[in-house]
């Protein structure tokens, strides 16, 4: 009698944290890039964040998308990668602008030094992704060329997905690939901090931000019996996590010595 007395407030609770979790699981993951955005915004420097994190996981996401329609999943998580592929463009939009404005910054301080004030300014060249140069790939002038590039990829691979909706291989492949690739989102800021043997322009804050979400969202795929390939993936962002730590951990007790200043126009920032 006392179990069943108790119904009315633990089914409703139970109710309740459910939906926490959901919630958590929706808009968790995009709570680490607040600060990063804000740290762009604030210092007009884009230099410390790899915008190729912000290609794995619109890749991802758009391959998680696709395997949904072969193999229904929670809800939360489709939802999750919808918010997640919005945040990611808003970075790029954010990173590109600001890219471009210190470029032509640079362009201008470069010829005023010169006491070239007749000369005419150049603006830097306009890249597209339409030029297929590999150099200057993901490395475009103008936000709308990344648009258009995730668009032609969702295209082709929505296509393709479409072709072989019926095969069970190719569903259970196209999975593996869209965790797979989203457990390599912390690689490319792993390796430009290798280059850089520095954490400079990084947000610490998003990168434990990134350790706790992937903590939570390993726990949850594990609890909710999600298919095999979310808990793997979830595993793998965590180790990638844990390496980002450690370098920042690493470079902050053996700073690199600073190299003699040495004037050249594409380091400088904007004022």
């Known amino acids: 009698m006392e179990a069943e007395g108790l119904d009315w407030l633990l089914v409703p609770l139970h109710q309740l944290v459910s939906w926490g979790a959901a919630g958590a699981m929706v808009f968790g993951g995009v709570v680490p890039y607040i600060p990063q955005y804000r740290d762009i915004r604030r210092t007009q420097n884009a230099e410390g964040f790899s915008t190729y994190v912000c290609l794995v996981l619109l890749v991802a996401n758009i391959l998680r998308i696709l395997f949904w329609f072969g193999r229904h999943f929670e809800s939360p998580l489709l939802w999750q990668s919808i918010v997640m592929i919005l945040t990611m463009l808003l970075m790029l939009k954010l990173c590109t602008e600001v890219r471009v404005t210190n470029e032509l910054n640079v362009k201008r301080r470069f010829f005023a030094a010169a006491d070239n004030k007749d000369e005419e300014i150049k603006v830097p060249p306009r890249r597209s ?143």
Not at 141 to 156: E, I, M, N
Not at 173 to 198: C, D, I
Not at 218 to 236: D, I, K, M
Request: aromatic share 14%; glycine share 6%; charged share 10%.
């Open 129 to 271: 992704y339409l030029d297929f140069d590999p150099h200057h790939f993901w490395h475009w002038s103008s936000f709308g060329d990344y648009v258009q590039c995730v668009l032609a990829f969702t295209g082709v691979a929505g296509y393709v997905t479409y072709l072989s909706i019926n095969s069970v291989l190719f569903v259970e492949t196209l999975g593996f690939l869209a965790v797979l690739t989203e457990a390599t989102l912390g690689v490319p800021q792993l390796y430009r901090n290798y280059l850089h043997q520095s954490t400079e322009g990084m947000s610490i804050k998003m990168v434990l931000m990134w350790t706790s979400g992937d903590t939570f969202k390993t726990a949850y795929f594990l609890l909710n019996g999600a298919p095999l390939q979310f808990s793997v993936c979830g595993l793998l962002q965590v180790l990638v996590d844990l390496a980002i730590l450690g370098q920042a951990y690493a470079f902050a007790r053996h700073p690199q010595k600073p190299a003699p200043h040495v004037a050249h126009p594409a380091s400088a920032k904007a004022l």
